[in-house]
């Protein structure tokens, strides 16, 4: 059931307590476990997992498997019972491979998932108790504390320097300060900052809150709705995959019609050798170790993913990344570190320190004019750094094995820790006892702390610079303590605007002595100002890499991200998703903008501008299915649980498996377990090497079943007995093809695959592009063993057969090496560099040398012995296949 109470954030708060019948002390335990009742519990629902059992059915729905089956029955009707269960063994190996590459992803993902804490602190009678946050109903007063995880959505009672992180819903970079004030109804979700949101957690501070929505009827209970609505499409390779089917499926048919019309009213064959004719031609015709070849392709696909740190959720994705034409890009945690890293620090009579490092690791150098200096002969600067060290509650936890430092406490002020840490001073290094605290007060925005140190007492200031300004009336100097003047105020003031153009995060840090043990809120003045410190989210050392290799690609990167406007594009500019001089050009939008737009200007505005701020999950949706319109193919990438609705819209959603929520995974395709940026394009690479590689196999599967169809056709226009047996036939489609097919599905990428443009998002397997190489091969197939077939007819049908499967198999043979690769000479790329082509070669020509030659095989199989110079003289033939192949190339290439 829906809560009936709408816009809290717009209420009095007197208002909002009449709307739930509620109280300041809160609920009763009775009225509380009737509105449970009513509510419901305070829980997403989870999406079910699909079960064992329908992933493994999930692997039939393919045109391909249904063709195959539809095979195994007919041979099962006409007594062909070899070729029936080859056809099904062939089918679930196919299964088998998707069932556990997909299996062992949802494994992974699995173990990604972190736990969460579910208890909440409310006020039931009159007294605080904790209970399970599934517990928790409209009208509940909850109370939030520092480290908190909030558990519903509520308006604020009561605050003191009440802070919350929002990151993974609104896409803010830092803690947002929370006020009791009323907002206009129209507010955006991120400026509510009277209300607290479900599945966001306390930076710092105390806080009463009445809850005002819990379950589906929250903020992320409105996200997962939003996925709910969102219809689960057919994947762009599940699409190709089923044309492909579609082809072969007329091919074989057509032949099998034609074979029998020519055969039995034109050549006047008896109905039933006409029927196991046509039998043998539509074996022909349907490739059996295509819908294997594929899987494996993927497979491999997915594994060479895993290895980059990408792992893939859906299977057909990997072949889905190489035709994205457009990436759109959270920033937080994606682009950025999701860590704020101090970077700069201005004291006043000397220029910038810049400070090397990055994240939270406690490693650095300070440097002026692009000199390291040495802290410990710099005592104002040693200063600063004691001021960040103890005005400060953050805490590092040190996972010494994976060498990863998690935060616990406010991002703010764990950076000026981590600064402090570079210059050797930590807290709980200097000798002081702390007498007294003041969290971070979003009315005064500073936080103090008073200590007692060698036997007088300081209190240590940090805060918004503008406001330690007003309150500061000395300056310290190398020369030691002095007047602050005007003109030193207006550098200052310079400075701090230059770094907030820069998108940094800009804090101020003094100090004074004073004789009371306990800090006076109200007689913080008199400060010492020492300098400020710039801090920023920032970008990842090889975000700036990757988006050069998208846009070399011909791949377009499109910032989509919840944050402010000039933080979005300061990280557009430092990546290079846009260029850092953009004159007067309107380089990004914000969400209340691109409302004002109608359909032809908001179309018009996703088309030529790449960053967008301050959205909410409702426009990143609408965002990416207008560029689907326009026959973009899009991945998205993201972290939030804002991301979830336009991950699961995109044709590839991509997660991070680290920092991103339980949401965004489940919506997601592929799950980065790095979370970066740059795992993206490294799997965009791979899924153009799978769809690459997914061509040439099919390629090479079908040119044999076209010239196996072919040459049936002939034959029986010409008065022949079938050169072939559909047992024959199966062997060559399976075995000779299915290992080499399955070696080629290994090849890895050739020369610059990141440097062409994507592929079209409707481009089929089978294309025009192909067609001059198939009518090359299918010629010399087909001439060669029919000539081969007519030579041989005098020592018997069964030798002529086994001379017709030996060019056959050679030809194919020779063929997969042109395949590696159809625009590149495969003597230069290697003949032989891949060695599990030469691997399955090796074991072809040993199976079909066993298949002729072994008398118990032979005779199963209808073969009789060649002598050796035939053979060879088969083998020389077979060539001709390679040869032409190469002179096409080097003819193609001189165009």
Same mark, same amino acid.
């Given at each position: 059931?829906?809560?009936?109470?709408?816009?809290?954030?717009?209420?009095?708060?007197?208002?909002?307590? *009449?709307?739930?019948?509620?109280?300041?002390?809160?609920?009763?335990?009775?009225?509380?476990?009737?509105?449970?009742?009513?509510?419901?519990?305070?829980?997403?629902?989870?999406?079910?997992?699909?079960?064992?059992?329908?992933?493994?059915?999930?692997?039939?729905?393919?045109?391909?498997?249904?063709?195959?089956?539809?095979?195994?029955?007919?041979?099962?009707?006409?007594?062909?019972?070899?070729?029936?269960?080859?056809?099904?063994?062939?089918?679930?190996?196919?299964?088998?491979?998707?069932?556990?590459?997909?299996?062992?992803?949802?494994?992974?993902?699995? +173990?990604?998932?972190?736990?969460?804490?579910?208890?909440?602190?409310?006020?039931?009678?009159?007294?605080?108790?904790? /209970?399970?946050?599934?517990?928790?109903?409209?009208?509940?007063?909850?109370?939030?504390?520092?480290?908190?995880?909030?558990?519903?959505?509520?308006?604020?009672?009561?605050?003191?320097?009440?802070?919350?992180?929002?990151?993974?819903?609104?896409?803010?970079?830092?803690?947002?300060?929370?006020?009791?004030?009323?907002?206009?109804?129209?507010?955006?979700?991120? *400026?509510?900052?009277?209300?607290?949101?479900?599945?966001?957690?306390?930076?710092?501070? =105390?806080?009463?809150?009445?809850?005002?929505?819990?379950?589906?009827?929250?903020?992320?209970?409105?996200?997962?709705?939003?996925?709910?609505?969102?219809?689960?499409?057919?994947?762009?390779?599940?699409?190709?995959?089923?044309?492909?089917?579609?082809?072969?499926?007329?091919?074989?048919?057509?032949?099998?019609?034609?074979?029998?019309?020519?055969? =039995?009213?034109?050549?006047?064959?008896?109905?039933?050798?006409?029927?196991?004719?046509?039998?043998?031609?539509?074996?022909?015709?349907?490739?059996?170790?295509?819908?294997?070849?594929?899987?494996?392709?993927?497979?491999?696909?997915?594994?060479?993913?895993?290895?980059?740190? $990408?792992?893939?959720?859906?299977?057909?994705?990997?072949?889905?990344?190489?035709?994205?034409?457009?990436?759109?890009?959270?920033?937080?945690?994606?682009?950025?570190?999701?860590?704020?890293?101090?970077?700069?620090?201005?004291?006043?009579?000397?220029?910038?320190?810049?400070?090397?490092?990055?994240?939270?690791?406690?490693?650095?150098?300070?440097?002026?004019?692009?000199?390291?200096?040495?802290?410990?002969?710099?005592?104002?600067?040693?200063?600063?750094?004691?001021?960040?060290?103890?005005?400060?509650?953050?805490?590092?936890?040190?996972?010494?094995?994976?060498?990863?430092?998690?935060?616990?406490?406010?991002?703010?002020?764990?950076?000026?820790?981590?600064?402090?840490?570079?210059?050797?001073?930590?807290?709980?290094?200097?000798?002081?006892?702390?007498?007294?605290?003041?969290?971070?007060?979003?009315?005064?925005?500073?936080?103090?702390?008073?200590?007692?140190?060698?036997?007088?007492?300081?209190?240590?200031?940090?805060?918004?610079?503008?406001? @330690?300004?007003?309150?500061?009336?000395?300056?310290?100097?190398?020369?030691?303590?002095?007047?602050?003047?005007?003109?030193?105020?207006?550098?200052?003031?310079?400075? /701090?605007?230059?770094?907030?153009?820069?998108?940094?995060?800009?804090?101020?840090?003094?100090?004074?002595?004073?004789?009371?043990?306990?800090?006076?809120?109200?007689?913080?003045?008199?400060?010492?100002?020492?300098?400020?410190?710039?801090?920023?989210?920032?970008?990842?050392?090889?975000?700036?890499?990757?988006?050069?290799?998208?846009?070399?690609?011909?791949?377009?990167?499109?910032?989509?991200?919840?944050?402010?406007?000039?933080?979005?594009?300061?990280? $557009?500019?430092?990546?290079?998703?846009?260029? *850092?001089?953009?004159?007067?050009?309107?380089?990004?939008?914000?969400?209340?903008?691109?409302?004002?737009?109608?359909?032809?200007?908001?179309?018009?505005? /996703?088309?030529?501008?790449?960053?967008?701020?301050?959205?909410?999950?409702?426009?990143?949706?609408?965002?990416?299915?207008?560029?689907?319109?326009?026959?973009?193919?899009?991945?998205?990438?993201?972290?939030?649980?804002? *991301?979830?609705?336009?991950?699961?819209?995109?044709?590839?959603?991509? +997660?991070?498996?680290?920092?991103?929520?339980?949401?965004?995974?489940?919506?997601?395709?592929?799950?980065?377990?790095?979370?970066?940026?740059?795992?993206?394009?490294?799997?965009?690479?791979?899924?153009?090497?799978?769809?690459?590689?997914?061509?040439?196999?099919?390629?090479?599967?079908?040119?044999?079943?076209?010239?196996?169809?072919?040459?049936?056709?002939?034959?029986?226009?010409?008065?022949?007995?079938?050169?072939?047996?559909?047992?024959?036939?199966?062997?060559?489609?399976?075995?000779?093809?299915?290992?080499?097919?399955?070696?080629?599905?290994?090849?890895?990428?050739?020369?610059?695959?990141?440097?062409?443009?994507?592929?079209?998002?409707?481009?089929?397997?089978?294309?025009?592009?192909?067609?001059?190489? @198939?009518?090359?091969?299918?010629?010399?197939?087909?001439?060669?063993?029919?000539?081969?077939?007519?030579?041989?007819?005098?020592?018997?049908?069964?030798?002529?057969?086994?001379?017709?499967?030996?060019?056959?198999?050679?030809?194919?043979?020779?063929?997969? =090496?042109?395949?590696?690769?159809?625009?590149?000479?495969?003597?230069?790329?290697?003949?032989?560099?891949?060695? =599990?082509?030469?691997?399955?070669?090796?074991?072809?020509?040993?199976?079909?040398?066993?298949?002729?030659?072994?008398?118990?095989?032979?005779?199963?199989?209808?073969?009789?012995?060649?002598?050796?110079?035939? @053979?060879?003289?088969?083998?020389?033939?077979? +060539?001709?296949?390679?040869?032409?192949?190469?002179?096409?190339?080097?003819?193609?290439?001189?165009?």
């Amino acid at each position: 059931m829906k809560n009936y109470l709408k816009y809290p954030h717009s209420l009095s708060l007197e208002s909002v307590i *009449d709307e739930l019948r509620t109280t300041t002390k809160g609920l009763s335990n009775k009225d509380a476990q009737e509105r449970l009742r009513t509510y419901g519990p305070n829980e997403i629902p989870e999406a079910k997992s699909i079960s064992l059992f329908l992933l493994i059915l999930k692997q039939f729905k393919s045109w391909l498997v249904i063709i195959l089956i539809i095979a195994a029955i007919i041979s099962w009707l006409v007594g062909h019972m070899l070729d029936t269960w080859v056809i099904i063994v062939v089918v679930f190996i196919n299964a088998g491979i998707g069932f556990l590459m997909e299996y062992r992803a949802e494994k992974a993902i699995a +173990s990604l998932k972190r736990m969460i804490v579910k208890t909440a602190k409310v006020l039931r009678d009159g007294e605080l108790v904790v /209970i399970t946050s599934a517990g928790l109903v409209p009208g509940d007063v909850i109370v939030l504390e520092e480290g908190d995880n909030i558990p519903a959505d509520g308006r604020i009672i009561q605050s003191k320097n009440f802070r919350s992180i929002e990151a993974s819903l609104t896409g803010e970079s830092f803690p947002v300060s929370k006020k009791e004030e009323i907002y206009p109804i129209k507010t955006p979700l991120a *400026d509510q900052k009277n209300m607290v949101w479900k599945g966001t957690f306390v930076a710092g501070g =105390y806080a009463k809150v009445i809850v005002t929505g819990t379950g589906t009827n929250t903020a992320i209970g409105d996200i997962s709705e939003t996925l709910a609505k969102i219809e689960v499409k057919r994947t762009n390779f599940m699409k190709k995959t089923d044309v492909l089917a579609k082809q072969m499926s007329v091919i074989a048919i057509v032949s099998a019609v034609l074979i029998f019309l020519i055969g =039995y009213f034109y050549r006047q064959f008896a109905l039933e050798e006409m029927l196991l004719v046509s039998i043998a031609a539509l074996v022909a015709a349907v490739p059996e170790g295509l819908p294997a070849v594929i899987s494996i392709v993927l497979a491999i696909g997915a594994k060479r993913m895993a290895k980059r740190n $990408a792992i893939v959720r859906e299977f057909t994705a990997t072949e889905t990344l190489g035709a994205v034409t457009a990436i759109l890009t959270d920033k937080t945690g994606t682009l950025t570190q999701n860590s704020l890293t101090v970077r700069k620090v201005f004291i006043p009579g000397t220029s910038d320190y810049t400070v090397t490092g990055i994240g939270w690791f406690p490693a650095g150098n300070f440097m002026q004019q692009k000199v390291i200096i040495d802290v410990d002969k710099n005592s104002t600067l040693q200063k600063l750094l004691k001021i960040a060290a103890v005005s400060n509650n953050s805490e590092f936890q040190h996972d010494k094995e994976a060498n990863t430092y998690d935060l616990i406490g406010d991002p703010t002020e764990g950076a000026l820790s981590v600064l402090a840490r570079k210059g050797g001073i930590r807290s709980e290094d200097i000798q002081h006892y702390k007498l007294d605290d003041l969290p971070f007060d979003s009315t005064k925005k500073l936080r103090a702390t008073l200590i007692e140190e060698d036997k007088h007492q300081e209190l240590y200031v940090t805060g918004a610079p503008e406001k @330690l300004l007003e309150r500061s009336i000395f300056l310290l100097t190398a020369q030691g303590e002095s007047k602050l003047q005007e003109k030193e105020k207006e550098r200052i003031q310079k400075k /701090i605007s230059e770094w907030s153009n820069q998108a940094m995060r800009v804090i101020a840090l003094a100090y004074k002595r004073q004789d009371t043990g306990v800090i006076n809120e109200d007689a913080i003045d008199d400060l010492v100002f020492v300098g400020i410190a710039g801090m920023i989210d920032l970008p990842r050392l090889d975000s700036k890499e990757a988006v050069l290799k998208c846009q070399q690609a011909g791949i377009r990167v499109i910032m989509v991200t919840g944050d402010h406007v000039n933080t979005a594009v300061a990280i $557009a500019k430092k990546t290079g998703i846009i260029e *850092d001089k953009t004159g007067n050009d309107v380089v990004a939008l914000t969400e209340q903008q691109l409302l004002m737009l109608d359909k032809d200007e908001f179309d018009k505005a /996703i088309i030529n501008i790449s960053v967008f701020a301050r959205l909410t999950p409702k426009m990143k949706l609408k965002i990416a299915k207008r560029l689907q319109v326009m026959e973009h193919l899009i991945a998205m990438t993201g972290d939030g649980v804002n *991301d979830a609705p336009a991950l699961k819209q995109a044709d590839v959603g991509i +997660s991070m498996g680290i920092m991103g929520t339980d949401v965004a995974r489940d919506s997601s395709d592929v799950v980065l377990a790095d979370d970066n940026f740059a795992t993206v394009v490294n799997a965009v690479e791979e899924g153009r090497i799978v769809f690459a590689n997914s061509r040439q196999a099919s390629f090479f599967l079908v040119t044999t079943n076209i010239a196996e169809s072919v040459t049936l056709l002939v034959s029986i226009l010409l008065g022949l007995p079938l050169p072939l047996t559909a047992t024959q036939i199966l062997w060559l489609n399976l075995v000779t093809d299915g290992v080499t097919g399955m070696a080629l599905a290994t090849e890895p990428g050739h020369g610059e695959i990141m440097k062409t443009r994507p592929l079209v998002k409707n481009e089929n397997i089978l294309n025009k592009e192909v067609i001059p190489f @198939l009518i090359i091969n299918v010629v010399l197939m087909v001439g060669f063993s029919l000539a081969a077939f007519y030579y041989y007819m005098s020592d018997g049908l069964e030798k002529a057969r086994t001379a017709v499967f030996i060019i056959m198999a050679f030809t194919q043979l020779f063929n997969v =090496y042109n395949l590696r690769n159809i625009h590149k000479s495969v003597f230069e790329i290697g003949l032989f560099s891949n060695r =599990y082509i030469n691997l399955a070669v090796g074991i072809s020509v040993l199976l079909l040398i066993l298949v002729t030659e072994v008398p118990v095989l032979a005779i199963l199989f209808n073969f009789r012995s060649i002598y050796i110079i035939d @053979l060879i003289l088969l083998f020389g033939l077979s +060539s001709f296949v390679l040869w032409a192949g190469e002179l096409y190339k080097l003819l193609n290439k001189i165009k």
